[in-house]
């Protein structure tokens, strides 16, 4: 079994995996394109779930001074997701695309370094590591059960397609899951 490991450091390392995640897509050939952004919605939509779900609350409820940065970052991933269910409409090798893309990996990528600089110092300070991997935990496992990476090149797998699923509505499957996943 996987060790318990400081919520911080999971969602710190996640961001990092996003950021490779935007390169690899505005890298990508337009044919492999559309499969990898499904891959990428549908870990941002449990990675958001999952922080809204263990993160967001903590800070807002739980952290002195934490309730301003939490709803601010929670209207930041409200406005992503509206991004994305425009793009859902969008063909992925259309110019209008590649646009949206520019924008969602720009708004991403300012979102995950507004949570680094002003939420988890938060959470480091003032919620114990004991707790913190307890998060963390949670948050693995959550990981864990979500879709497989794609594989450029090789042919479409319909279990990857399945498991990514439609871009609309999957925001609200990755909260389905997380409620089930973080159900005490
Ligand atoms: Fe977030
Ligand atoms: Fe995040």
Redo the contacts with the bound molecule.
């Keep these: 079994m996987a060790e318990d490991r400081d919520i911080v450091e999971l ?1 710190l390392e ?2 990092r995996e996003f950021r490779e995640l935007f390169e690899e897509l505005e890298a990508a050939a337009r044919d492999e394109r559309e499969e990898l952004f499904r891959y990428t919605v549908a870990r941002l939509a449990s ?1 958001e779930a999952a ?1 809204e779900a263990v993160v967001h609350r903590t800070v807002r409820d739980d952290v002195p001074s934490g309730q301003a940065v939490a709803e601010a970052v929670l209207a930041e991933e409200d406005s992503a997701e509206h991004l994305l269910a425009e793009m859902a409409d969008m063909d992925p090798t259309s110019d209008e695309f590649m646009e949206s893309l520019g924008r969602l990996r720009d708004d991403v990528v300012e979102h ?1 370094g507004h ?1 680094e600089r002003d939420e988890f110092p938060l959470i480091r300070e003032h919620v114990d590591a004991e707790r913190r991997r307890e998060m963390g935990r949670r948050f693995q496992q959550l990981r864990d059960s979500g879709p497989t990476r794609p594989h450029p090149g090789t042919p479409q797998q319909p279990e990857t397609r399945a498991a990514a699923g439609p871009i609309v509505g999957a925001f609200d499957r990755a909260r389905d899951a997380a409620r089930n996943v973080f159900a005490d």
């Design positions: 969602l996640e961001h990675h922080e995950a949570e």
